[in-house]
């Protein structure tokens, strides 16, 4: 058994999820834990060169197939190098994205391919999360702030508000399935009050 706990933050693009994650880092390190702070897809140097092969190019450059096994393998190299080891020496990882963001992502290009993201989980990775933030907000906010970031990695933000719909359904289901791990943020409100709602979970979780 691991000592260490993982915590992730999810939600659609924009949402917020990656400026939450650092405010919780940075609240638990400030009380004296190991904190390891690293995201998905990336998070070891194998990852983040499957991550480029991911979030560049067209919309239509990977199969939905094709798609879920690089991101299992960009998290089963980022299980091995950064978080398993981590949870060995008893830190607290935070990822920004985790293996709910292949359930739904890929999930909501084709319902029927959850089933197969959930056979290469249980196959490679098999461990969920000890807690899981999901970010939930209004998607057409939400699209508007990933779009303006303009960060050269669109391929996802590409696929446009009606997959954006899909993907918010998907984590709110997800949250509805698995209560005891997820919690659902209202990310519609300023980003300090947000980080309060989180930081007091994850320290009612310790
Ligand atoms: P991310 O770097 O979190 O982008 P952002 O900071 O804009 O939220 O993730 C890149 C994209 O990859 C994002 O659109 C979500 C998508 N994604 C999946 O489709 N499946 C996955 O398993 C993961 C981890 C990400």
Same mark, same amino acid.
């Given at each position: 058994?691991?000592? &260490?706990?993982?915590?992730?933050?999810?939600?659609?693009?924009?949402?917020?999820?990656?400026?939450?994650?650092?405010?919780?880092?940075?609240?638990?390190?400030?009380?004296?834990?190991?904190?390891?702070?690293?995201?998905?897809?990336?998070?070891?140097?194998?990852?983040?060169?499957?991550?480029?092969?991911?979030?560049?190019?067209? /919309?239509?450059?990977?199969?939905?197939?094709?798609?879920?096994?690089?991101?299992?393998?960009?998290?089963?190299?980022?299980?091995?190098?950064?978080?398993?080891?981590?949870?060995?020496? &008893?830190?607290?990882?935070?990822?920004?994205?985790?293996? *709910?963001?292949?359930?739904?992502?890929?999930?909501?290009?084709?319902?029927?391919?959850?089933?197969?993201? *959930?056979?290469?989980? =249980?196959?490679?990775?098999?461990? *969920?999360?000890?807690?899981?933030?999901?970010?939930?907000?209004?998607?057409?906010?939400?699209?508007?702030?990933?779009?303006?970031?303009?960060?050269?990695?669109?391929?996802?933000?590409?696929?446009?508000?009606?997959?954006?719909?899909?993907?918010?359904? &998907?984590?709110?289901?997800?949250?509805? =399935?698995? /209560?005891?791990?997820?919690?659902?943020? =209202?990310?519609?409100?300023?980003?300090?009050?947000?980080?309060?709602?989180?930081?007091?979970?994850?320290?009612?979780?310790?």
């Amino acid at each position: 058994m691991n000592a &260490g706990r993982l915590i992730t933050f999810e939600g659609m693009d924009g949402c917020g999820k990656s400026t939450q994650s650092r405010l919780l880092a940075e609240s638990l390190e400030s009380k004296g834990l190991d904190i390891v702070l690293t995201r998905e897809p990336g998070g070891s140097p194998g990852a983040e060169e499957i991550r480029r092969l991911l979030v560049e190019g067209p /919309p239509e450059r990977w199969s939905a197939e094709t798609e879920i096994l690089l991101f299992t393998a960009a998290r089963r190299d980022h299980m091995e190098k950064t978080i398993r080891p981590a949870l060995d020496r &008893g830190a607290t990882v935070i990822s920004d994205r985790f293996a *709910d963001s292949t359930r739904v992502y890929q999930g909501a290009a084709r319902r029927e391919l959850r089933a197969l993201v *959930d056979r290469f989980h =249980d196959a490679v990775i098999g461990r *969920d999360p000890d807690l899981t933030f999901i970010i939930d907000m209004d998607p057409s906010e939400a699209l508007r702030r990933g779009l303006e970031r303009d960060s050269g990695e669109r391929r996802f933000e590409e696929m446009g508000q009606g997959f954006q719909d899909r993907v918010r359904e &998907g984590f709110r289901a997800l949250a509805r =399935d698995n /209560p005891e791990r997820c919690h659902l943020i =209202d990310g519609d409100r300023d980003t300090e009050a947000i980080a309060r709602e989180i930081s007091r979970i994850a320290g009612r979780n310790t």
